[in-house]
């Protein structure tokens, strides 16, 4: 059994969808006596014990409180292999934390009213369309930004493309429809794109010079950009790690996808950078006695615009005592009574984790190096840290995440076996390979092309990916990337169907969760 067929089977998020639901059983946590205002010794050496139990690579840690850093520290190495550290200025991958980034630079667009959060997207982007004609005359930034469109969000499937962002405003009409529009929260980074869009084109720049001139630059931010490619170049960065073949290997940068997808997920910051933000985001909109935002337009990113609906078993495993929200560009929940603002994000081998509990004047954010875990460790890390702050009872978070996540990965094991198992042997494809080959359209506009060098089959998506295929039996195939993340993480069956007259007609697919159905 390989360890990509592992993850076809179960997915990492898949994984993280069981061990995130950890009991909670508290430990007999003296409460901490030092100062609220010192990283005590114990939180220290849980994050460095941390770094050790799961043998990750590196982590950087930032807590503010009451508008002062209390720590920013790195643990661990930037690559392993490497002797070179991590510190608070090592740059990682924050991902998914742009999108708070992104909604901040439209809110001082607000302020200046070039905007309004209830402006229709059509009236900074004419030409963009969307699956519905009602949809594209009524979709504001409002509803983009708080992930309430219903419009499928396809988030993975564009990560095997070559797409620019240009392209991909032109393919937004071929997109699906997921729920009724303002219904539910359908989260989307394609959503998030269109909105830094149509700031972009408001405050006529573009995106990466919007969030620089406004937001980083203010606020004195010279270890964060908003240009993906740049950050090599600003050194001290953190490679990303992945298991690759049961070893943690350096994963490889991403390119044209995340230019695609910037708004939603560009921004590379350090720990020291993100406790500045974090001191910004606990505050009035003003930095240093410089307004920045208004307080009306802190107000509306913070507050809650579409419930997300909970489960007992939901509310259990996030420790959550009311209720769950998106706000925009924020998840507004509350942490075990405590209002919270946080996001996750998930980049090239490296996860990320940022929360904010207002109330209490307080921010950690975790950032690691490696997916081997998911962002359920930085979580880990971050509820240990939250608890001494606030003085309530604690937990072995990272021991019994860990516990749940060996128990998942030895399930997954075994279910993979039976899967196996299930292969027909002896089969061959019905028809020469090469009548497999052609191109294939699927319903976003996206050409799959299928082709054959020498005895093996191949497959590119979008322009992009490149994947070989494997026979598995009759006329499904097994697609392994060439990128080696995504061959671990994301490989995948393609089926070949035919028509009537016993010719290939259609290719179908899944990548990550995003169901791919291309015809000739």
């Given at each position: 059994m390989t360890a990509t067929r592992k993850k076809l089977l179960i997915g990492e998020r898949a994984v993280l969808a069981v061990i995130i639901c950890v009991g909670v059983t508290f430990s007999n946590f003296a409460f901490a006596q030092q100062s609220p205002q010192s990283f005590p010794k114990e939180l220290d050496e849980y994050v460095a014990a941390t770094v050790r139990d799961w043998e990750i690579p590196g982590v950087a840690v930032a807590v503010v409180k009451?508008?002062?850093?209390?720590?920013?520290?790195?643990?661990?190495?930037?690559?392993?292999?490497?002797?070179?550290?991590?510190?608070?200025?090592?740059?990682?991958?924050?991902?998914?934390?742009?999108?708070?980034?992104?909604?901040?630079?439209?809110?001082s667009l607000v302020d200046e009213k070039k905007m309004s959060w209830d402006d229709p997207v059509k009236r900074y982007i004419?030409?963009?369309?969307?699956?519905?004609?009602?949809?594209?005359?009524?979709?504001?930034?409002?509803?983009?930004?708080?992930?309430?469109?219903?419009?499928r969000a396809t988030n993975s499937a564009w990560y095997f493309t070559n797409v620019n962002r240009s392209q991909l405003l032109g393919l937004i009409k071929n997109m699906e429809i997921a729920a009724p529009f303002r219904t539910q929260s359908v989260y989307s980074n394609i959503g998030v794109t269109i909105a830094g869009e149509a700031a972009a084109r408001a405050a006529g720049t573009t995106w990466e010079d919007l969030i620089t001139r406004r937001i980083i630059v203010p606020l004195g931010m010279k270890r964060t950009t908003a240009v993906f490619a740049l950050a090599p170049a600003m050194g001290n960065i953190a490679s990303g790690h992945a298991l690759v073949n049961g070893v943690q290997r350096v994963?490889?940068?991403e390119g044209t996808p995340r230019d695609m997808t910037a708004p939603a997920g560009a921004i590379q910051s350090s720990a020291a950078d993100l406790a500045t933000w974090m001191i910004f985001q606990l505050g009035d909109g003003t930095f240093q006695g410089k307004r920045i935002l208004s307080s009306a337009a802190m107000n509306e990113m913070h507050s809650p615009q579409i419930v997300i609906p909970t489960n007992a078993a939901f509310r259990l495993a996030r420790q959550i005592k009311y209720f769950a929200a998106y706000g925009l560009g924020w998840q507004v929940f509350d942490y075990r009574g405590n209002r919270m603002l946080w996001h996750s994000g998930t980049g090239d081998g490296q996860t990320a984790f940022l929360v904010l509990l207002p109330d209490s004047g307080l921010g950690v954010v975790v950032l690691i190096n490696s997916w081997k875990a998911g962002p359920a460790l930085n979580n880990a890390i971050a509820s240990r840290i939250m608890d001494y702050y606030l003085g309530i009872p604690t937990q072995a978070y990272s021991a019994e995440y860990h516990e749940s996540w060996?128990?998942?990965?030895?399930?997954?094991?075994?279910?993979?076996?039976?899967?196996e198992a299930s292969q027909l042997k002896g089969t061959t494809p019905t028809l020469p390979l090469s009548q497999y080959a052609g191109v294939y359209r699927d319903k976003l506009g996206l050409d799959v092309r299928v082709w054959l060098e020498g005895d093996t089959l191949r497959l590119q998506y979008g322009g992009g990916e490149i994947a070989d295929l494997t026979h598995w039996h009759h006329d499904t195939f097994w697609a392994r990337w060439q990128n080696p993340l995504h061959a671990e993480q994301r490989s995948t069956f393609v089926q070949f169907n035919m028509s009537p007259q016993g010719l290939i007609a259609e290719i179908q697919m899944d990548l990550s969760g995003d169901r791919i159905t291309a015809h000739r």
């Open positions: 009451d508008g002062k850093v209390i720590a920013a520290r790195g643990y661990g190495v930037r690559e392993m292999g490497k002797p070179e550290t991590i510190d608070e200025n090592t740059i990682f991958d924050a991902a998914s934390l742009t999108k708070s980034f992104t909604v901040a630079a439209i809110a004419p030409t963009i369309e969307f699956p519905d004609p009602y949809l594209t005359a009524n979709i504001t930034m409002r509803d983009l930004l708080c992930h309430r469109t219903g419009v994963t490889p940068r060996t128990r998942s990965l030895q399930q997954s094991i075994e279910a993979t076996r039976k899967f």
